[in-house]
């Protein structure tokens, strides 16, 4: 009778606890998904992760976004609940100061809201700076103002610059100036950059500013067939001397006559030496003859340089002397002709070697120890 009331008992809480295990397997798992409440700074990247839906549960979920506004501002990862930048130009403040969404899981009895506040910063922007000046300025030379417009006050600075030290930028306005005149050569810096640097107390932006160099003619460049020793006041006519001698010892020209070459400034040579040619005063291996047939370099209209250029030669000889050895061409020493005549038997000299060098002397127009070096005028329109 004992072991039938045991037996009863036991059978008893079995099907006990086999009910209450069943009915507990059999209650539906209740996920509620947690609201997201973030706040970030406007003009954020696509991509940026906002945050991410969290639930109450470890269940493995799958999430949608069911609604946004604005459309299309987020994107959510459906296995991971993280939401991230869709379309970046809608994080703007002054537009969308606040961005909502309704979010969903498959296994979840509520929806998440998402709400996302948009901070306002001090919006920048910036344009590239381009510009063309003439080579070799004065320093503090303004090259312009570079273009920036955003919120706050604005402050600029150069962050680097090719080559280094050109340039100087005004912190406050942009304008950008000559630092060092010496580097805005065009044959060595063709092409000056900088990058800039604008700050507003909030945001940084980056500009290029490129200086290109036009080319201006110089006092000792080889070029027009000899080297520069005169420039107009324009940059755009000048005096080239040839790089070599053509004689040491020839006579000037014909003896005995006045040809009327007297024009002793600069710009006279060429009419000085037309002149003599056309009163026929230049016999066989004269200075006045030698110049008047060569072709030099590809130009056949060299002349014997007046007084006053050879002046002007002298005055720029520190500079064109290291240019014509450098190129292979004779140093300018002793005494040379010009085409400025004096009377029917003396024409100028002028003296390069000391004592007395850098002055006109009058010779005797048979004189043969006196040399001959030819000069050009060239234009550029």
């Not at 929806?111 to 948009?118: D, E, F, L, P």
């Not at 604005?154 to 030290?165: H, R, Y």
């Not at 070459?261 to 030496?273: D, L």
């Not at 010009?338 to 002028?350: G, L, Q």
């Amino acid at each position: 009778m004992k072991n039938a009331i045991q037996f009863t008992k036991t059978l008893f809480l079995t099907l006990l606890i086999i009910t209450y295990s069943c009915s507990k397997d059999d209650d539906p798992i209740v996920i509620n998904l947690q609201n997201l409440e973030v706040t970030i700074y406007e003009n954020p990247t696509v991509g940026q992760v906002i945050g991410t839906i969290e639930s109450d549960n470890n269940a493995s979920l799958i999430f949608s976004i069911t609604s946004q506004t604005p459309n299309g501002a987020l994107e959510i990862n459906e296995n991971t609940g993280e939401l991230t930048v869709a379309d970046a130009t809608l994080f703007d403040f002054e537009t969308n100061p606040t961005i909502t969404a309704t979010i969903a899981a498959d296994k979840a009895q509520n929806t998440a809201t998402v709400t996302i506040s948009v901070n306002n910063t001090n919006e920048l922007s910036v344009q590239d700076y381009t510009t063309t000046v003439d080579e070799n300025p004065v320093n503090g030379h303004s090259l312009g103002t570079v273009q920036a417009s955003g919120d706050a006050t604005l402050s600029f600075s150069i962050a680097s610059q090719t080559p280094a030290g050109a340039l100087s930028i005004d912190t406050s306005t942009g304008e950008l100036t000559v630092a060092d005149a010496t580097l805005f050569d065009y044959e060595t810096n063709p092409i000056i950059t900088a990058s800039i640097s604008v700050d507003n107390s909030g945001n940084i932006q980056t500009l290029t500013a490129t200086i290109n160099l036009e080319d201006k003619h110089e006092i000792g460049e080889y070029k027009f067939g000899g080297v520069i020793f005169w420039i107009n006041a324009t940059g755009d006519e000048g005096l080239v001397l040839a790089l070599n001698n053509l004689s040491t010892n020839s006579a000037w020209g014909c003896v005995g006559m006045v040809t009327g070459a007297t024009g002793t400034e600069i710009g006279t040579g060429e009419t000085n030496t037309n002149t003599v040619i056309s009163a026929g005063c230049a016999p066989s291996g004269s200075a006045v003859e030698q110049v008047s047939n060569l072709n030099l370099n590809g130009y056949d209209d060299w002349f014997l340089p007046s007084s006053g250029e050879w002046i002007e030669v002298y005055n720029n000889l520190s500079v064109i002397q290291p240019i014509i050895l450098s190129n292979g061409g004779d140093d300018l020493s002793l005494l040379y002709w010009s085409s400025s005549e004096n009377d029917a038997y003396n024409v100028s000299a002028f003296l390069f070697t000391p004592p007395g060098d850098g002055t006109t002397y009058s010779f005797q127009k048979s004189s043969t120890t006196i040399r001959t070096r030819p000069v050009r005028a060239w234009t550029d329109f």
